[in-house]
């Protein structure tokens, strides 16, 4: 009798992803978890925005993809300004 064999996906080793800053990188396609190292989300999360439609993102087929540019408008989407020095609170007003 052989040992069962492993049915586990085993996940790509080695493959060049540019960063999402540079002209490659802004038309690659990145899978969500290789997305997740330049974004403050999971690839689990990041699936999840993007199947509720609150992302940018590529749509495949059965699978989503992030190009670098859909990385850098949702790390716009996400940034907080700083409040107009009208509208902050007095308190941190006089500070400034």
Not at 10 to 31: D, I, M, N
Not at 47 to 58: D, F, G, K, M, T
């Amino acid at each position: 009798m052989t040992a069962p064999r492993d049915t586990k996906k085993v996940p790509e080793q080695g493959r060049y992803t540019p960063a999402p800053s540079t002209p490659e990188g802004e038309l690659f396609h990145y899978k969500p978890d290789e997305a997740a190292r330049y974004l403050p989300f999971s690839g689990r999360k990041l699936r999840e925005l993007a199947y509720s439609r609150e992302i940018p993102h590529v749509n495949n087929g059965n699978s989503v993809w992030f190009s670098g540019l859909n990385i850098r408008a949702i790390s716009e989407q996400f940034t907080v300004q700083p409040l107009a020095a009208d509208k902050r609170p007095a308190a941190l007003a006089a500070t400034a």
